[in-house]
């Protein structure tokens, strides 16, 4: 019958529909099927996939710049640090601070950019050891600005299939994220519930609700002298959805909360 025939054209189109949504141009190869399709349509979808072939060498070449010019940029900083250290004064504090924000701002550049690259990276990770480590490897920097550090689980170990680089990444940068606006004082604490959720909380003076989304946009900056080019959470909401996980933030005068959910 003509009802049945037009259903059995259609088919290939509605998963083509189905897949449309879920194109990503930055993922390599990501095209749409023209098999099972209408012949009226494959015109239509070709032109669609070459602009999608276009996309991706655009952010292709995006990225290999950025990479660029960030790893060219790495030397002359290390440069301008040998070369104030050695001046007397009082301007080189400020000058070695100012070179240091710099430098900070190269490496979330590096690092924004090869999440993409490292991201199809799939393995068996382990949450608690995970938080565990980072908590170790930022304690010292932790103390030294004027806080206390803590650590605690309700599981010995929650196991995810996720990427071993760029998890740890998205903890660290919210840790560091509390030391450099938490007030240099109180507890920074984190937590991994039996859920697997991972809490990351400070005692800072909160942020206001007006910044609270857009504290995760690239280059937004809560406090313009900030150090770093305001990366840092934008990389960790990249890495979360990376990972089909969901960010919640409880902020108030007494402090804030992260918790991530996958």
Known sequence: SVPRIVRQALAGLSSVVRE???IDPRRPGARLPVEDVPREVVPLI???NSILERLEEQFRARQRFLIDAAHELRTPIAIMQTRIEGLPGPEQQRLMEDVARLGETTEQ????ERNDQVNDRRETVDLVEIARTVVADLAPLALSAGYDISFDTQTAQYE???NPF???RAI???????????GNRGMIHVSVLASGEIAISDEGHGIAEDQRERIFEPF???TPR??????GLSLVKQIVANHNGRIFLDSSTFGSTFRLRF
Do not use: K
């Open 109 to 112: 550049l590096l690092a924004f």
């Open 172 to 182: 660290s940068n919210i840790v560091r994220n509390a030391i450099d606006h938490g």
């Open 160 to 162: 995810v299939l996720g």
């Open 166 to 168: 760029t998890l740890p």
């Open 20 to 22: 449309a949504p879920e």
């Open 226 to 231: 900030s150090t770093g080019a305001g990366l």
């Open 46 to 48: 070709l032109a669609f």
């Open 220 to 222: 937004y900056r809560v």
